[in-house]
């Protein structure tokens, strides 16, 4: 109980209003807007490129991405293959086995 009276006198001493989460979420989510905004804004000012030559090279990025996605899916399509072919093969043995040793 000693403890409870120290706890209450500090508290009394620092007063501390707990505050809701719509009295923080507001402000932060203003904040957040307005830098995504200004960053967005000099980043147009400042673009080295035109718009076309700008879409042009996302273009070109996405294209790169797509075709290393469909190899790297292709490389993982036929890795699978040989491992499904590994396991049909070793149950087969397997149940060949079973089947003998009966």
């Known amino acids: 109980m000693k403890n409870y009276g120290f ?8 007063p501390y209003e ?6 923080w979420l ?7 807007g307005l830098g ?31 075709d290393r996605a469909r190899f790297a899916a292709g490389r993982v399509k036929g890795e699978l293959e040989s491992a499904a072919s590994q396991v049909r093969e070793r149950s087969f043995a397997t149940s060949n086995e079973i089947g003998q040793n009966r």
């Open 18 to 23: 707990r505050k809701s989460s719509a009295s």
């Open 7 to 14: 706890i209450q006198r500090l508290s009394d001493s620092f």
């Open 36 to 66: 995504v905004a200004l960053g967005v804004g000099i980043g147009l000012l400042y673009a080295p490129r035109t718009g076309a030559e700008t879409r042009e090279r996302l273009r070109e990025g996405a294209d790169r991405v797509k």
């Open 26 to 32: 507001l402000p932060a989510s203003l904040g957040v």
